[in-house]
């Protein structure tokens, strides 16, 4: 079974910085990593999709990377700011069809 | 955003008693997926389905049934309902490897 990991499970830096936030997968067949980002009380969000054949995707002040070998993506956040707070869920679709879920990176960005 | 809506999207419930979820989706896509959320323990798959009338079972299927009758549908039911079910329940669509997008959820609430 896909165990997916995020650490930390929560994270407080002050606006403007840089930051790194980690996911772990145990099973390396894997079709696609996505990132999303929940508000409290929300749904969530989607950020970014890594294909299983991509090293890295990006979108604004955000970058994704994937390294399937090692089972590691990491999402990195540029120039932080206090609307990114969140919590950063990172999902990985098996070849079953299925999708398995960190259980999320609580992030504060402190003014 | 995906056009998915979930109804009812608050529901206070008594044990022992059916319940229904809807899931609505205007994309056409093929998957649907019914997740549960609680603390600790992240997003679990409760249910999928890859085709009208094509359904599988997820990690924390026990106690739940789905029905897809119509691409654009898909219901959740809780056969019998008890406080462990208590939970925020999200359904999410894809394409055949695209991204997952995810309805607003349904706050679930059984006494």
């Known amino acids: 079974k896909q165990e997916v990991t995020q650490i930390p499970a929560a994270l407080s830096v002050p606006e403007g910085e840089n930051l790194v936030l980690n996911c772990s997968f145990t099973?390396?067949?894997?079709?696609?990593l996505q990132w999303f980002r929940q508000d409290p009380g929300k749904g969530l969000t989607s950020l970014l999709l890594?294909?299983?054949?991509?090293r890295e995707q990006t979108s604004g002040r955000l970058n994704a990377s994937l390294d399937k070998s090692s089972g590691r993506s990491t999402l990195y956040i540029a120039a932080s700011q206090p609307g990114d707070s969140a919590t950063y869920l990172c999902?990985?679709?098996?070849?079953?069809?299925?999708?398995?879920f960190g259980t999320g990176t609580s992030l504060t960005v402190i003014p | 955003d995906a056009g998915i809506t979930q109804s009812p999207r608050h529901k206070v419930t008594e044990t022992g008693t059916p319940v229904t979820l809807r899931c609505h989706q205007t994309?056409?896509?093929?998957?649907m997926y019914w997740y549960r959320q609680d603390p600790g323990h992240g997003l679990r798959l409760i249910h999928y389905?890859?085709?009208?009338?094509?359904?599988d079972k997820g990690e924390v299927s026990d106690g739940y049934s789905v029905s897809r009758s119509k691409t654009e549908d898909f219901l959740l039911t809780l056969e019998s309902a008890t406080s462990s079910q208590t939970s925020v329940y999200f359904c999410?669509?894809?394409?055949?490897?695209?991204?997952?997008?995810f309805g607003p959820g349904t706050r679930l609430t059984v006494t």
């Open positions: 999410a669509i894809s394409g055949n490897i695209d991204e997952q997008y």
């Open positions: 099973d390396s067949a894997i079709y696609n």
């Open positions: 890594i294909q299983s054949s991509q």
């Open positions: 999902a990985v679709r098996g070849t079953g069809n299925q999708f398995y």
């Open positions: 994309e056409n896509h093929r998957y």
């Open positions: 389905s890859y085709g009208v009338k094509d359904t």
